[in-house]
T-cell receptor
């Protein structure tokens, strides 16, 4: 069975500082990995995805993530955050032949001025 | 292209009642999934519909049911509501067979059961 663990429930950071949101997954088959962002009172929107190929994936709003198969991780990074990045971030996994995407519990990123 | 739209945005029901939530999929998408997001948690998969049939289900009881219509709009029905059913219900659409294709979410329906 697949599972996703987001290691931090909350990450406070000052504006313009770098940030890393950690995600680990478990699966017995090849996976596809995603990061989604959820702003208050909204649905989720895609930040970036890893399907295959280069392990470093770039997404919207300056975010990037690195797929590490040996460590089964897919950590999200941004070199300099803005107040507007304050939101809930979800790591998610799906796989070939699967019909569902499994989400982690989320990490609340709080950017302080 | 039109995005995923859900209605209503908020709903208050009493324990034991029944509720129907509605979703209009993104244009060109014929697969719809429903998720339950409890407060402070990630979305939990309820079920998925393709061509008007359920083709995958999560760990939810039968009182959670759904429909998908020929125009790819869909409904989530919940019978005999319980207090723990209070949550944000999210509808997400994608294209057939593209399990590596990202989900396109609506803004959700906030259900409160009292």
């Amino acid at each position: 069975a697949q599972s996703v663990t987001q290691l931090d429930s909350q990450v406070p950071v000052f504006e313009e500082a770098p940030v890393e949101l950690r995600c680990n997954y478990s699966s017995s088959v090849s996976v596809y990995l995603f990061w989604y962002v959820q702003y208050p009172n909204q649905g989720l929107q895609l930040l970036l995805k890893y399907l295959s190929g280069s392990t470093l994936v770039k997404g919207i709003n300056g975010f990037e993530a690195e797929f590490n198969k040996s460590q089964t991780s897919f950590h999200l990074r941004k070199p300099s955050v803005h107040i507007s990045d304050t939101a809930e971030y979800f790591c998610a996994v799906s796989h070939t032949g699967g019909f569902k995407t499994i989400f982690g519990a989320g990490t609340r990123l709080f950017v302080k001025a | 292209e039109t995005g995923v739209t859900q209605s209503p945005t908020h709903l208050i029901k009493t324990r034991g009642q029944q509720v129907t939530l509605r979703c209009s999929s993104q244009s060109g998408h014929n697969t719809v999934s429903w998720y339950q997001q409890a407060l402070g948690q990630g979305p939990q998969f309820i079920f998925q519909y393709y061509r008007e049939e359920e083709n995958g289900r999560g760990n939810f009881p039968p009182r959670f049911s759904g429909l998908q219509f020929p125009n790819y709009s869909s409904e989530l029905n919940v019978n005999a509501l319980e207090l723990d059913d209070s949550a944000l219900y999210l509808c997400a659409s994608t294209t057939t067979g593209d399990y590596n294709s990202p989900l396109h979410f609506g803004n959700g329906t906030r259900l409160t059961v009292t």
